[in-house]
């Protein structure tokens, strides 16, 4: 069988870029070596349980356009609802949650209102959030991607927040989750740049913009299996177990992998930062040489997530963000997947100081920190624990860490996607998904070019 597109790695990049070219009709072969899809977002059984865990809680916002979109064709959307606009719960050690609701106000006012009634600050700490009306006018006259890009590379996130104006209460209580939620990296070595666009895109024209939204089955259920019902509807083939290998020769790209070889028109490379090197047979040829080296020099940062079976449901909401301790977020993922057993996700970002600890240590610091939130588990013993480390979840954005690639390379007919190119964001679901779709766009444009047609109508939301 010929295949117009392969793509290499079955994650949101790898299947949002597969899945835009077949709707446009082109025939992908997606190759995966993982036993399953989904790549860093996806999902495993639990040999004791028998639940599907996620192997990290990943959160969407209504910007997250471009997921929406790849969700919405694959007919997967209503599986991870929005909230109406932002609501959010934040405790501190002393166990208290603090609400951060947002009225139903035009943007930006709305968050804007919504932070200066939050009773977690006093009322000249609240104050602080108008220090950044400024940034809020550029981002609403040029939009998020412009405002950030104007952003020094030198700046750290607490560098841009103290030059905003933001104070230590402020920054404790919001912008420093945020920033380790969003970047996986401590504000003090994060680069601001992409949090400012995180931040200039919360700030967004839609009330919908800020608002979470949690997908309520595992990873893989979310978008994995349906994008790969979507390809092998249109006559595509979806493969796991099946590691590629690249070769170059007379100006195409060849891809074998177990009974398959082809030279297809165009190849979209969606493996992470650190895989890019080992898909060719020798070493990545010279016009990607330089691009491959410098991915190869980009460290990595973990998430560690611990998983506590209760026997009996503990929370009385989805999901409470933690202040000033070694876990950053408690998900009830019963309550999520309307599941009746008492089964929370604990998550720590930017884990480099716990995950090297074992796991008795690390779920005895996430078992007391639920502790002081949740009264109903005082006294009580998980009767199951998992911990789950993701040593390399993220790419790291610390200030002066390797340039990120473009899409397109020096190599004919071979693109770049991942949640580590240059989309501008930091390595969420939503920067993976636009690197694939701007692969799947740069590809297709490849091969209407070479088959002298109009460029093929791609739509986006």
Known sequence: MTYDVVVIGAGAAGLSAAVRLAADDYRVLVLEEAPRLGGRATAFTDRDTGERVDNGQHVLFGCYRETYAFLDRIGAADLAPLQPALALGMAGLDGRVHDLRCPAMAPPWHLVAGLLRWRALRVRDRIDALHLRAFISDVRRRGAALAAAGVPASLTVADWLRGHGQGPAIRRWLWDPLAVAALNESPETAAAAPFARVVGELFGPSVADSAIGLAQVPLDELYAEPARRFVE??????????????????????????????????????????????????????????????????????????????????????????????????????????????????????????????????????????????????????????????????????VGSPPRPATSTGVPGFFLAGDWVATGLPGTIESAVVSGHAAAAAAAALIAGRRGAAFPRIMTR
């Open 233 to 398: 509807r249109r006559g595509g083939r979806v493969a796991t177990r099946a590691s590629a290998r690249l070769s170059l020769g007379d100006g195409a790209v060849r891809v074998r992998a177990d009974d398959t070889d082809v030279a297809p028109a165009a190849v979209v490379s969606a493996v992470p930062w650190h895989a890019l090197s080992r898909l060719w047979d020798d070493r990545p040829p010279a016009a990607l040489f330089e691009t491959a080296t410098r991915a190869a020099s980009m460290r990595g940062s973990p998430i560690v997530t611990v998983n506590l079976w209760f026997d009996a449901p503990v929370m009385d909401r989805a999901f409470v963000g933690l202040v000033d301790g070694p876990m950053h977020w408690i998900f009830d993922k019963s309550r999520i997947f309307k599941a009746p057993a008492g089964h929370l996700s604990i998550v720590c970002s930017a884990a480099d100081a716990i995950v090297r600890l074992d796991n008795r240590e690390i779920t005895e610091a996430a078992l007391a920190q639920v502790r002081r939130v949740l009264p109903s588990t005082r006294g009580r013993t998980p009767r199951r624990s998992v911990v789950v480390r993701e040593p390399r979840a993220t790419f790291a954005l610390t």
